[in-house]
């Protein structure tokens, strides 16, 4: 046993993300949708494993979900870039995407999850005191220092001391807080009948690249702004920087 704390902590995210997806199985199923991991290759042949897609009867990918456990919050940025980059380029190849969710677990900061949001991406959290105190339940201890080799030892050892029900009644457990926001979430998407996105557009971001590589962000509040922000970018002697200070909210 090498890493007992990585054991436990590889086993107690593989509890969390597994129940996330059997518990939303019968919520997706029964409204004529899929739900399970697929292995997505984005417009750059970039490959990512991801946890959880929902898909409709074409196969066509319509939902993300990621759930993701990580114990200490120096895995931030790494995680939390990560899905960013993911989420944000299989938005771009996949169109039929509608929304992607990241179901986060333990140690995240307040930062890392106001990145992931500002990229587009539903957060919900599970916190990791909620966890400790979840865990702590079944008798097993799950906060110690991070160089303490004996609390994480004896915690595998109580965990792997379960029964497959006892596992089974962990997982919903750790899930339970989670559930009701995800599953509203879930069932909001697959229920949508509106197609009209007028009515719904909140903010318009436009990525123009330049043959300089240049990459200039247009942000505007409305369609009707966007199209009018567009057709000054017609006039080829106006002056980027002056449009830039009129067309951004």
Not at 2 to 24: H, M, T
Not at 101 to 121: D, Q, R
Not at 148 to 177: C, E, I, Q, Y
Not at 179 to 204: F, G, H, I, N, Y
């Amino acid at each position: 046993m090498s890493n007992p704390a990585a054991a436990l902590g590889q086993e107690v995210g593989k509890l969390f993300e597994l129940s996330i997806v059997e518990r939303l199985h019968p919520q997706v199923e029964s409204r004529g949708y899929e739900i399970g991991p697929q292995r997505m290759v984005n417009g750059t042949d970039n490959v990512y494993q991801i946890d959880a897609v929902i898909s409709d009867a074409d196969g066509q990918p319509v939902m993300i979900l990621d759930p993701k456990y990580i114990r200490y919050k120096k895995h931030n940025r790494d995680k939390g870039s990560w899905l960013c980059v993911a989420h944000y380029n299989l938005r771009k190849t996949y169109p039929t995407i509608r929304k992607t969710t990241a179901v986060l677990a333990g140690n995240w900061s307040k930062t890392s999850l106001a990145l992931i949001e500002s990229f587009g991406i539903e957060v919900i959290v599970q916190e990791f005191s909620n966890m400790v105190d979840i865990l702590h339940s079944y008798k097993i201890e799950f906060d110690w220092a991070e160089k303490d080799r004996m609390t994480p030892t004896k915690a595998l050892h109580a965990f792997n001391a379960l029964s497959g029900d006892g596992k089974a009644d962990l997982a919903h457990a750790l899930t339970d807080v989670v559930m009701p926001r995800l599953t509203a979430s879930v069932v909001a998407v697959l229920e949508d009948t509106d197609k009209s996105v007028q009515s719904r557009v909140s903010k318009v971001e436009v990525l123009v690249k330049t043959d300089r590589h240049e990459m200039l962000l247009l942000q505007f509040d409305s369609i009707a702004k966007t199209v009018s922000g567009l057709v000054d970018f017609m006039d080829e002697s106006a002056d980027v920087s002056e449009l830039l200070k009129k067309r951004q909210i």
